[in-house]
Each structure stands twice: as C-alpha cells, then as structure tokens.
C-alpha cells in the first residue's frame, strides 16, 4: 500500500498542477498549494483582525513545520487524528480521484481562492511529502472554516493544540493499527461516511455557513476577478464644480458607468458631454450616493471621491475581506434574529430571510469601538439604571466631576456600595470621589435622564455591550453616527421593545412552538407541522397589548426585567460591503480602519 500511495501521488500531483490551468481560469492559483502552509496563518491573522475570533484556537506548531513524510512519524496528535479519519473513510485520499483533484477539491479550492487566501509564490516540483501535506492541509482548512462559526461542542478536532508524540507511524492505511474506537466529532463522522460514498462536494456545500450575502459576495468577486476592462484611476482630491469641462469627469463618468449609476446611453446622448459635470452627472453621483449611504447631495465631495477611487482591485480586495467575516457567524442562518451591521449604523430584525423591521444606530467612536460579536437578546430592561464601565468613569465622567463638582449629581449619579446596594451616597461638591471609587460604583438612577433612556436590551457578553434608547435623539441626524462609548443606541428603541415582545408572545401562544415568519400574512409553525394561519388583525390586537404593557411598565419609573420565553439570536457585524440582489454594491466607509491597506 504504501508503494501505491508513493506512485499515486507522484503520478496525481503532478498531473494536478498540469490540469488545472485547462480546468479554468479560476483554478490556475491551485498551483500555488505548495506554499499551503501560509494559507491558515494568513486566514486566521485576518479573522482576528475583525475582532470576533476570540474561540478560535489555531493550531501551535505552525502548518510549515509539519512533515507528512512516510517515513517521518506525526509530529502532533492533530495530524494522527487526520490519518484515522483517513483510514476509518477506507480512501486512499479525500480530495482526489482519478489522479486528478476531486470536484469537492475544486468547489473547496474555489472557496478559499474567492476568500483572498491563496498566497502567491512560484512553482517548484512537487515531491510525495508535498503532495501529502496538500491531502492533510486541505481537510484542515476545511474544518478551520467550519469552526469559525461554531460553539466549541459542536466543532471537528482541527483546532486540537495536543502535540504529543503518537505511536501512529509513518502514513497508516491498515484500520487495524489504528485505535478501534476513534473520538470522532459529529462533524467528523459525518465528514467520514461523505467521503466514503464519495460525495464529499455535497458534504463542503452543506458544511459552509448559509447566508445570503455569501452567495452575492461570491458572485460579485466571481465578476470582480474576471474584470478585465481597462481601469483609470480618479484622483480622489478632485472636486467637480457643475457646468466644468475636464479630463477627472469623464474618469468619473466612465467609473459611473462601470458601477451602473450611469448607462452608456445616458452617458452618450445628445443633451449631454461625458467630460462635463452636468445635470446627468450631478444624478448619476446622486444614485451613486444613494446606493453607498453617503449624504444624497450630487456634490463629489470627500467621501463620495473617495469610493469613486476605489479601483476594482481594491474592491475585489475588500469583498474578499468582508466575505471572511460571514464564516465567523453561526453556519445555519437563524429564521428570526438581530442583525447589526457598524459601518452602516443599521440595525435590521431578519425573519425567514426577510427585513422586517430596519432603524438607524449609534455606535462606538473610533477611540470607543463597538466589537462584533454573536450573541442574543434575553431580556429587556425597563427603566433601566447605568452603571458605566471603569474606563468611562476614568476618561469621561471624572474630568466632568473635575470641572463641574454639580454636574454628576444633576444628571442623576450616586455613589452604591459594592457588595450592598441599599448603602448610597449622594455625590456633591468636596466628596474625594476618585478614592471613594475603590468602594463604591458610580451608577446613573432611571429616569428621563439616564443614557439608556426608557429601554435597554441585555446581551451576554464580556464587554459590557448591549443595545439600548437614549433620551438624546439628534444624533440619528447625523450621517455619521460613530459616536458612543461602544454600546449601541437604537432610533426607536420602543418600537423595537414592542416588536420582539409581540413576536414572543405569539411565538408561544401555541403550545410554545408557535414561530411568526412575517408581520404582514403571518403563520405559525407549529411542532405537529399543522399551520395555523394569524391575521394582521390578530397581530395588531396582540401589538396593542404589548404597548398597553409597556406604557404602564415605563410609567412606574421603577426598573422592571423583563424576560423573554425565547432569546433572539443577536449579530453584531462589521461588513463594509453589501450587496443588492441586482449585484450592485453599497460600500461602506471603513470606520475602524479593518480593511487593512
């Protein structure tokens, strides 16, 4: 056996590199899997930089330092965890058939080339432990891909860190050297018995996370990396003034017309000139803006020269970006969940796929920024107090205090004693409150002047994040509205209360196993699969009586809890692309600078 697998691969691999170049365009990358080893380095360095890869646990031993050389012995149990599930799926190889790579090979190889992930470097002749190290190093970032958006209980071994000796010697194709009871995950079981019937192309498509966005993102990269039109490059200092005549414009125009703000008829017709900033240009830029969320003036200003700039390279670049960060969510799209997407300063509740409810946001300051994270909303806090984290009592209240003693306690802080909350303190002028702080909290009473305003929405989390109202409401006027301390203010944080606690009363009012998949023409999915079909007449009736609730809630100025029967799945996200269903793209600025370069 091992002579077959030495002539296998000799033979298979080198056949490999030659094909692939007449597979298609797209696969012409492949050849580069010999500098494979820097492919997981370089995932997991840009996951991390989004923020939200705190589970993730790569591997110690960097990928270059590991051997699949017959007669090398596994240097880590993570690589003899890969020979048992090798020899437990009674394949020689997972990712090839036919001396040639596999269709689950290519479909995998398509994936992480429209990730961004396949390092550049040069061909060189490809020896057996090459070849090996391509079988073992593809199934790892397989399930590195799978993980990234699981809990750690329902994740493969991939990210096992044990680099203990193992008594497995050499490549092991014999099942009976092997640990008879293998600790396979779910995952991997299933991963084992696809390859076994050979159909592990159905296992990688079904694996990968289910979102929309992914396949609009991979098909607008798809388009991206073909593009092979000729591109100039406007100079993003440039600002148009209407009636000039100018070589900029017509780069402007042509940019328009490339991104669908500007049809070639249009661009071309008799009442106009494609050098000239007039009345079809000033719309153009205005759809332009409309499409990116930028301020809908028809001025070619800062920001609107700035995304005009963005040649298709950098695009390409960051939808690749933007597409990672979609594998750090979970992998089955919720049917009803939060999701809020910072660069956007929106918040939109999804049910069934669908928006049904959308609303502008506030969210943390570049010196302040809101994390991403996965999460859920599990209860609603009315009337809520404000109890602010240390680092805003140092960087934000403190110099207040310093300059106006009066000014904490007009705003409705007290000083609670830590370990007994009946125990407070009035905060005035000559109180040494910066020692007092060792034992006592500063914490901001309910009312209309507390900075969460009526409501505040509780996610678990370790940085004190969650969503919540604000007395305060010219914020939402503004374009830009990166501007709080890192938790997210909401435009109508009472429309949202009642929202997700009218979809939770009816989500239980049969048999709790009732589900509303739409406001409009609602319809419960019951456990017995027997519809049972809820009138807009019935939802508003239930709508009504939850804001009866709410009004008589807020109206004792007490804080209240309120818990919901089910918690609503929550994302905080940062994609700076978007993309329609007509495949045109909103770019979003980069307010956090994680784009990179």
């Known amino acids: 056996m091992q002579t077959y697998r030495n002539a296998f691969f000799s033979n298979c691999f080198f056949k490999f590199f030659n094909a692939t170049s007449s597979i298609s365009q797209s696969y012409r990358s492949v050849r580069l899997l010999l500098f494979f080893s820097l492919l997981f380095t370089a995932f997991v360095v840009s996951a991390h930089h989004t923020g939200i890869v705190g589970h993730i ?26 020979l048992r599930m090798l020899a437990a799926s009674e394949r020689d190889f997972f990712w090839s058939a036919q001396q040639l790579p596999s269709d689950a090979a290519l479909i995998l190889i398509d994936l992480i080339e429209d990730l961004g992930l396949t390092p550049v470097g040069k061909l060189a002749p490809l020896a057996t432990s090459d070849a090996a190290q391509f079988d073992y190093q593809l199934t790892q970032v397989l399930f590195d891909l799978i993980n990234l958006g699981q809990p750690i209980s329902q994740r493969g071994r991939s ?11 050499g490549i092991v194709t014999d099942a009976t050297d092997l640990d008879p009871e293998p600790d396979f995950s779910d995952v991997e079981f299933a991963f084992i018995d696809a390859a076994r019937q050979y159909q592990l192309a159905d296992f990688v498509n079904n694996a990968l996370p289910k979102y929309q966005q992914i396949a609009l993102l991979r098909e607008a990269i798809d388009r991206y990396q073909n593009y092979s039109g000729e591109w100039t490059r406007v100079n993003k200092a440039f600002r148009p003034q209407y009636g000039q005549q100018h070589p900029q414009i017509k780069m402007i125009r042509d940019t328009l017309v490339l991104y669908g703000d500007l049809s070639e008829q249009e661009n071309n017709a008799d009442n106009t000139s494609p050098d000239v900033y007039d009345a079809v240009a000033v719309a153009a830029i205005k759809r332009f803006q409309q499409r990116n969320g930028l301020i809908v003036d028809g001025v070619a200003g800062p920001q609107t020269m700035t995304n005009l700039a963005l040649s298709p390279q950098d695009i390409l670049r960051r939808l690749q970006v933007n597409l990672q960060r979609w594998f750090l969510l979970p992998r089955q799209e919720p049917e009803h969940y939060v999701y809020v997407n910072i660069p956007q300063y929106q918040l939109r509740v999804i049910e069934e796929g669908e928006s049904q409810l959308e609303m502008k946001v506030v969210v943390g300051k570049k010196g302040w920024p809101t994390p991403t994270m996965v999460s859920a909303i599990k209860e609603v806090t009315v009337n809520p107090t404000w109890t602010p984290t240390q680092s805003i009592v140092k960087r934000t209240l ?7 003693p009066a000014s904490l306690h007009h705003r409705g802080f007290h000083l609670v004693k830590k370990g007994n909350a009946k125990q407070t303190l009035r905060i005035g002028p000559g109180l040494p409150l910066q020692q007092m702080l060792g034992e006592y909290r500063l914490v901001q009473a309910a009312g209309r002047k507390n900075a969460l305003g009526q409501f505040r929405f509780n996610i678990p989390n370790s940085q004190a994040i969650f969503l919540h109202d604000t007395p305060s409401k010219r914020a939402f006027n503004r374009h830009v509205r990166a501007l709080s301390h890192g938790c997210i203010r909401l435009e109508n944080a009472r429309k949202f209360a009642n929202y997700i606690l009218t979809h939770d009363a009816l989500y239980h009012a049969n048999n709790n196993t009732a589900q509303v998949t739409s406001q409009s023409d609602m319809q419960f999915s019951t456990s017995d699969e027997q519809g049972a079909w809820v009138s807009t007449a019935e939802y508003n009736a239930v709508s009504a009586d939850v804001e009866r609730k709410l009004t008589r809630r807020v109206n004792r100025r007490s804080t209240q809890w309120v818990a919901l029967k089910e918690t609503i799945p929550t994302f905080i996200a940062y994609q700076t692309i ?12 980069d307010i956090y600078g994680l784009d990179g370069d």
């Open 57 to 82: 646990t790569p591997s110690k031993k960097p990928l270059a330092s590991i051997s699949l050389n017959p007669n090398v012995k596994p240097q880590s149990e993570q690589q003899a965890h890969y």
């Open 398 to 404: 403190m110099p207040q205090y310093r300059r106006n």
């Open 159 to 169: 990210d096992n860190n044990d680099e203990s000796e193992t008594d497995v010697e």
């Open 578 to 589: 978007w993309v329609r269903d007509n495949g045109s793209l909103q770019i979003f600025p």
